[in-house]
């Protein structure tokens, strides 16, 4: 991981992933369905915990994250993996317990592995369901054919069918696996953090720090005075930068007058996103000049 944060200030952002994918998390992926522990609801908040080893191995691809995007500890996990197109681990290995499965039920494995699944429960509604495994611990219960049989249940139908095990798993990535947020791209290691930083709610503008406690921003209204120092803020109004942000306007409003119905008037998205009835060509040079607009305020060199 320490070679990955040092490669990120000379490689692409799509080379750092693969080189994260291959010498990193393919460790993490042997026997996962074996190491496996489920998620636990929290049902105050609809949300999961992870297993407290789980989470340790979780880090892991949060800390290869920061390396790769350049953004600051404390980011927001979910964020940062919607960035990259990046499943978590807890549903990297749910899938693959998921795709084990499917072997095993369509005869794709020893015989052996099929002898140990419980009886076919035959519903009218899914004939691929199995009875659930009575378990009387918690670690039984987690173990690999407990928590898959329950999981292939819980599918319904429509996922667990197939009979290609291709369709299997783009089915089962579809459902946990977000698309990468395109940079269109652009090479520019140093200006890509600053834009993730931006688009990851956490930079050095003043709302961001206050936002995550940082000591020393005890108040997040912006330096000129008139409002708090957010995105929108610093991309549109901050007095600071107002030739800055005229050369940033002027690019990107040349581009825009070929298009209808994209609207600059603050669009922070379109600054740190681009839009889709644009170009590859025309977004990437948006991404360019917010980019350059960031570096020339200086507002980012901390």
Same mark, same amino acid.
């Given at each position: 991981m320490g070679i990955l944060k040092y490669f990120s200030s000379y490689l692409p952002i799509k080379t750092l992933g693969i080189i994260y994918k291959l010498f990193i998390r393919s460790l993490l992926d042997y026997c996962d369905v074996i190491y496996h522990i489920p998620s636990s609801s929290v049902t105050f908040n609809l949300s999961t915990s992870l297993h407290s080893l789980m989470e340790s191995i979780e880090r892991i691809q949060y800390q290869s994250a920061l390396a790769i995007t350049g953004t600051w500890q404390g980011s927001n996990r979910n964020k940062l993996y919607d960035e990259l197109g990046w499943e978590s681990l807890?549903?990297?290995?749910?899938?693959?317990?998921?795709?084990?499965?499917?072997?095993?039920?369509?005869?794709m494995t020893p015989k052996y592995l099929k002898d140990n699944l419980p009886p076919n429960r035959n519903l009218a509604n899914n004939i691929n369901c199995?009875?659930?495994?009575?378990?009387?611990?918690?670690?039984?219960?987690?173990?690999?054919?407990?928590?898959?049989?329950?999981?292939?249940?819980?599918?319904?139908?429509?996922?667990?069918?197939?009979?290609?095990?291709?369709?299997?798993?783009? /089915?089962?990535?579809? #459902? %946990?696996?977000?698309?990468?947020?395109? &940079?269109?791209? @652009?090479?520019?290691?140093?200006?890509?953090?600053?834009?993730?930083?931006?688009?990851?709610s956490l930079s050095a503008l003043k709302y961001h720090k206050k936002c995550h406690n940082f000591a020393d921003t005890p108040f997040d209204r912006c330096d000129c005075n008139c409002a708090r120092e957010d995105t929108?803020?610093?991309?549109?109004?901050?007095?600071?930068?107002?030739?800055?942000?005229?050369?940033?306007? /002027?690019?990107?409003? #040349? %581009?825009?007058?070929?298009?209808?119905? &994209?609207?600059? @008037?603050?669009?922070?998205?379109?600054l740190l996103y681009g839009h889709p009835t644009l170009s590859n060509h025309d977004n990437r040079l948006i991404l360019v000049s917010t980019i350059k607009f960031i570096k020339d305020t200086g507002r980012f060199n901390v």
């Open positions: 807890s549903d990297r290995r749910w899938s693959r317990r998921l795709i084990q499965f499917f072997k095993i039920h369509n005869n199995y009875h659930n495994i009575h378990c009387n611990t918690t670690r039984f219960m987690n173990s690999f054919y407990p928590d898959a049989v329950k999981s292939w249940n819980n599918l319904g139908e429509q996922f667990n069918s197939p009979k290609s095990i291709n369709i299997f798993k783009n /089915n089962i990535n579809n #459902l %946990i696996r977000p698309p990468p947020k395109p &940079v269109f791209s @652009v090479y520019d290691p140093k200006g890509l953090k600053y834009l993730f930083q931006l688009r990851v929108c803020h610093y991309l549109f109004h901050c007095k600071l930068y107002v030739l800055q942000r005229l050369n940033l306007v /002027n690019s990107v409003t #040349l %581009i825009l007058r070929k298009y209808v119905g &994209v609207n600059l @008037v603050e669009n922070t998205d379109l």
